[in-house]
């Protein structure tokens, strides 16, 4: 391209007017700004002439329409391996994002230039027939000369062509991504890039590296500066030549084919306005040119409705939006038609494909599926205490004649269903057409009975006394209480029972009527030693002598206790008042030793009536009495 362009540039008037038309490009780039979705395809034709390459006419077609179609996934962004670019994102270039272009090319088909052999309905393709890169004949085409170049270049283009009757010149060898006609697109760059790069040039866009060097730049702000060209493929590489890491996979770069997947968003926008700008006769030429412009704008709106439970009665409705009719409509499955209504249709898989008069394409799947009977519950009536008499009512709203069944075996003609105890039911429905639905609702045991428990824990270690008071509300008399299944049973014709004398843990406890109504709960017993005393005898035994002698018999005082006691304290007194011995550990015994000492020799208290006082509580710490009790008396020491 630069050798091509710097040879130009030479030409009289070449530099003016490539200034005119890269001032042009400007102006349109400014005045759109931010361009969103393309909502005007820029449509230009192609012709592609091969001169002197041997290729046959077959499949020199096969390759220029494989180079058109490789074109325009570039530059739309639909190419197969974006995805290469749309993984990497935005690891590498956080601040770069992919075009795509509105700019879409044709081969043409239409009324071609007179004087090389082309019917209508022939591709612009011409064998032998055009020399070097400009056949003004061919002005309003991109042409793509296809030749041998030789010297390791693959191809080039002048940067910013003016359609009048130039192109871009590429290697056979690099043309389309179809060998054929003993002709091999050769890898690496086998996938056609080589003219999306040299179109790229024709749209005005410059290599990343411009002339070259960290102080050239391409005029584009979103490609960053880089010295020179990247070869090979730098898969996953960042790269930084200059400041940022390198934009290695657009187009414009040198990098093998399957390296080059995007051009960036300012790339796009550049190469757009600059077609806007400055190739408006190849646009508009397209429009008689080009098959595919013909169909710009075609398209259809397709309603559809599903089958209903009637059965066959499913329709699709295609109107036309554009397009030049007649319009030929058919649907795979159903047939054609003349308007394109199709009713009285099953559920399924349609492909409806309609042509208009320029044999534009449409095509699209309607899935119809077949619609669920329309049914509702009408009522439930509750069953009451288990007496087996719920019913329930599913109605429907279809014009067929529905059937129904609870357990998809037997089938009735109403919805009504009736003598049903408690439980989930789902009532099927179906009718000869086929549909099916259901409808699915639960059905209570009610009763007006409750039950409230009530229980009081162990209090004893040595005796079950737990206790549960059971009080019935709503029941019908005479009522009877059934505790742990059958253990004890307490009939009578009060809405209360008792059940006593119960051990630590889980109790149920059943209560049915004479109705039948039943009603359960369990109740937890645990030790409860804030009721001791009630009916449980604790007590606090003190002896009332003994004989610290050392004969082996009686030698100490023991408070022995028959619950287990906290927050004891012990003291004995003398006859003066004065504490001889005092304890909070029940267990600790009093061996007759005066206060302080341990009772070796004089240190034990006289022989005499001594009195003690003990406080305490009945239960253990977190589980104790509520009242502070004390028990006072007199012990005698005998000697
Ligand atoms: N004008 C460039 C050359 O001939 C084209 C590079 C195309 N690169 C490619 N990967 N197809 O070297
Ligand atoms: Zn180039
Ligand atoms: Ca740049």
Redesign the pocket.
Same mark, same amino acid.
């Given at each position: 391209?630069d050798s091509v362009q710097t040879h130009l540039m030479g030409l009289p008037n070449h530099a003016a007017s490539h200034q005119l038309r890269m001032n042009a490009m400007r102006d349109v780039l400014d005045a759109h700004g931010e361009r969103a979705d393309c909502d005007n395809v820029l449509m230009i034709p192609v012709a592609a002439h091969f001169q002197n390459t041997g290729i046959p006419l077959a499949c020199a077609i096969d390759m220029a329409l494989s180079q058109v179609e490789a074109m325009n996934a570039d530059f739309a962004g639909t190419n197969a391996d974006i995805g290469e670019w749309i993984d990497q994102q935005p690891g590498l270039w956080p601040n770069i994002s992919n075009g795509e272009s509105c700019i879409q090319f044709c081969l043409a088909t239409m009324n071609h230039p007179a004087g090389f052999g082309l019917a209508e309905g022939d591709y612009a393709v011409t064998l032998d027939q055009t020399n070097g890169d400009n056949d003004p004949a061919w002005s309003g085409y991109l042409n793509f000369w296809v030749r041998t170049i030789g010297g390791? +270049?693959?191809?080039?283009s002048p940067l910013g062509g003016s359609g009048n009757g130039d192109g871009v010149t590429v290697d056979p060898s690099?043309f389309g991504t179809v060998s054929c006609g003993g002709n091999t697109v050769s890898p690496?760059?086998h996938l056609g890039? +080589?003219t999306t790069?040299?179109v790229g040039h024709y749209m005005s866009l410059d290599h990343p590296w411009g002339g070259g060097g960290c102080a050239s730049t391409d005029g584009i702000a979103d490609t960053p500066v880089t010295d020179g060209p990247q070869f090979g493929c730098p898969s996953g590489q960042n790269i930084v030549n200059c400041t940022q890491p390198i934009l290695w996979p657009t187009y414009m770069?040198?990098?093998?084919?399957a390296c080059?997947f995007m051009f960036s968003a300012g790339q796009v926008a550049q190469m757009d306005a600059y077609a806007e700008a400055n190739l408006q006769g190849m646009l508009n030429n397209s429009a008689t040119t080009c098959q595919e412009a013909a169909c710009i704008g075609f398209d259809m709106s397709v309603t559809f409705q599903h089958e209903s439970c009637t059965g066959d009665d499913g329709a699709v409705h295609a109107t036309p939006q554009g397009g030049t009719g007649p319009y030929s409509y058919s649907l795979q499955g159903a047939g054609g038609s003349a308007t394109g209504v199709w009713s009285g249709l099953e559920a399924g898989t349609y492909t409806l494909v309609v042509e208009d008069a320029n044999m534009c394409p449409f095509e699209e799947t309607v899935v119809l599926i077949r619609e669920e009977a329309n049914v509702q519950l009408g009522w439930v009536q509750h069953e009451y205490c288990s007496d087996g008499a719920g019913s329930l009512e599913v109605l429907d709203q279809e014009p067929s004649a529905l059937e129904f069944s609870l357990d998809g075996l037997t089938w009735q003609a109403t919805g009504l269903f009736e003598n049903l105890h408690a439980g989930t039911y789902v009532v099927q429905v179906r009718n000869d057409a086929g549909c099916s639905g259901q409808v699915e609702t639960t059905l209570l045991n009610q009763s007006d009975l409750s039950v409230q428990l009530k229980g009081r824990g162990v209090s004893c270690d040595w005796v079950d006394n737990g206790q549960i008071t059971v009080k019935a509300f709503g029941a019908q008399p005479p009522v009877t209480f059934v505790l742990n299944g059958g253990e004890d049973v307490v009939v009578g014709t009060a809405s209360e029972g008792l059940f006593e004398g119960l051990s630590v843990g889980t109790h149920t406890v059943e209560v049915i009527d004479s109705e039948g109504c039943a009603f359960g709960d369990e109740v937890s017993l645990g030790l409860d030693y804030s009721l001791v005393g009630e009916d449980c005898p604790c007590a606090l035994f003190v002896p009332n002598a003994f004989s610290p002698d050392r004969d082996g018999l009686n030698e100490a005082l023991q408070v022995v206790s028959s619950c287990p006691v906290t927050k004891f304290r012990l003291e004995i007194l003398d006859r003066w008042g004065r504490v001889v011995f005092r304890s909070e550990d029940p267990d600790q015994a009093w061996n007759g030793a005066a206060y302080g000492s341990v009772g070796e020799g004089d240190s034990y208290v006289p022989a005499d009536v001594y009195a003690y006082r003990i406080s305490y509580r009945w239960g253990v710490e977190g589980n104790q009495g509520l009242e502070p009790l004390v028990q006072t008396g007199t012990v005698t020491v005998i000697r």
């Open positions: 391209m390791g +270049t693959l191809g080039y690099y690496p760059f890039r +080589t790069h040299e770069e040198y990098c093998d084919d080059l």
